[in-house]
């Protein structure tokens, strides 16, 4: 009577009996290498032996082919450890800020677009910058007074003249001062990391209120 590490009888519940592992016939190992020498060997003509330089360069072979397959096995390993260690050192970022590389949004003519900027210290007062990419000031949100953090505006697609702005590419930065006075500048695009998490084998960090690829980000302070 078959007994599984659950205690029950694998006879009477056959949802718990190990199958049996197949061999793929079509993929030859170092084992199988070594018994058709073992079998060349066995029927070779006893009046032309088999070369004995021969029997030594396909044992080499065999050899080579066990090294290399130790190696794979080994690389694979490592290659595992290296992911599963490169993902939890992603850990140690959480409160850092991570830097997206970019402080321009995208608009289409007639539409709105939001976005998030956040402010590393409390905010007395201050204002949003929308300029073109030539520089020129296109639109100015106003940010109020609040504490530090991350904050969303809606630029509704006008400029300062209430006109629509074209469609295309703006940037985003804002200038504000603290409640000491000191004058200081942030932008869109760099935000605390908040939490981390891993899906199907990504690694994904939360900047404001979206989680992006760890690939996305190109800097961490």
Not at 78 to 96: N, R
């Amino acid at each position: 009577m078959a007994i599984t590490s659950t205690g029950l009888n694998a006879a009477t519940n056959p949802e718990y009996t190990v199958a049996s592992t197949q061999k793929d016939a079509s993929i030859l190992g170092k084992d199988d290498f070594l018994k058709l020498l073992l079998v060349e060997l066995q029927h070779q003509d006893p009046t032309e032996p088999m070369d004995s330089e021969k029997i030594l360069t396909q044992t080499s072979q065999l050899a080579t082919l066990e090294s290399a397959d130790n190696t794979n096995k080994a690389l694979e390993e490592l290659a595992a450890s290296l992911g599963a260690s490169q993902q939890f050192s992603t850990v140690a970022a959480i409160g850092k800020t991570a830097d997206l590389g970019s402080d321009a949004i995208s608009l289409d003519e007639g539409s709105s677009s939001t976005f998030e900027v956040y402010f590393p210290s409390s905010i007395q007062n201050g204002t949003v910058e929308i300029t073109d990419l030539d520089g020129k000031i296109v639109k100015t949100l106003d940010v109020g007074t609040n504490p530090s953090g991350v904050y969303q505006f809606t630029w509704d697609g006008t400029d300062s003249a209430g006109n629509k702005a074209d469609s295309g590419i703006y940037r985003v930065n804002a200038s504000y001062s603290d409640q000491d006075g000191n004058a200081l500048k942030t932008r869109l695009g760099a935000y605390p990391i908040e939490s981390v998490r891993f899906e199907n084998g990504s690694t994904l960090v939360k900047v404001g209120s979206s989680y992006v690829p760890l690939e996305n980000v190109v800097e961490i302070y």
